[in-house]
């Protein structure tokens, strides 16, 4: 078993711990392809009783002794506090590892780093290239030659054409398409539902503002 903690304890935590649970109760899975959660870390414990974990609570981030014998896995939505929280682990010398959920289509290809977090259903094209500590939700779709640095959202059903170039610590709201051969530089983000049609560059927002006038109409 691969021995873990879990850093973060909200709802993506939770989502994570349901994979791993998921996992777990595969009948083909290997004793040594399961996952034990030694427990989560997280500096607001209310996030910890509020999803009601079946794992023990194992105190603060911020004051966690690391453990250097286990994994750490990064389970923080949240961009900006996810890279700070990260970079305070390893400095303290954390090891993080990634997690695939098992029903990704993952082309043999591919080449994944570290520390990210890979949803059911995701889909991950020949040749694509993703960085490290990036949270790829469910039925997402990075088509062939996609280039993912580091640190980036990938809400649900964010799609991207091949030969995308997209860079570092950018959030993808729900049901961003991206075409082929688009760049997307550092720190920008994409509202839901955007169609990304040219390149981007750095600190940006990326949305549409809809001038037609929404009506109701009474049955």
């Known amino acids: 078993m691969k021995k873990i903690i879990i ?90 590892c990634t997690l695939i959920h098992p029903t990704a289509i993952v082309s043999p290809t591919a080449k994944i780093g570290l520390g990210n977090v890979i949803s059911h259903n995701v889909s991950i094209g020949p040749k694509v290239e993703i960085g490290n500590f990036n949270l790829i939700n469910s039925r997402c779709t990075l088509g062939h030659d996609t280039k993912l640095e580091n640190y980036n959202f990938l809400s649900p059903q964010t799609v991207t054409g091949g030969g995308t ?29 955007m169609v990304v049609d040219k390149s981007i560059h750095d600190d940006s927002t990326f949305f549409h503002r809809f001038k037609e006038k929404v009506l109701v109409i009474s049955s």
């Open 7 to 96: 850093v973060g304890a909200g709802g993506h935590a939770a989502e994570v711990v349901d994979y791993l649970n998921f996992i777990n109760a595969m009948p083909s899975i290997d004793a040594n392809q399961k996952w034990e959660v030694l427990g989560l870390i997280d500096d607001n414990i209310a996030n910890f009783h509020l999803y009601s974990y079946d794992y023990p609570f194992l105190g603060d981030i911020k004051a966690h002794e690391v453990n250097h014998e286990v994994d750490y896995l990064i389970a923080v939505a949240n961009i900006k506090f996810r890279r700070l929280i990260v970079e305070s682990l390893l400095a303290k010398g954390a090891k993080f």
């Open 165 to 193: 170039e997209i860079g570092n610590n950018n959030f993808f709201g729900t049901n961003v398409a991206i075409l082929p051969r688009t760049t997307v530089g550092n720190n920008n983000t994409i509202s839901a539902g």
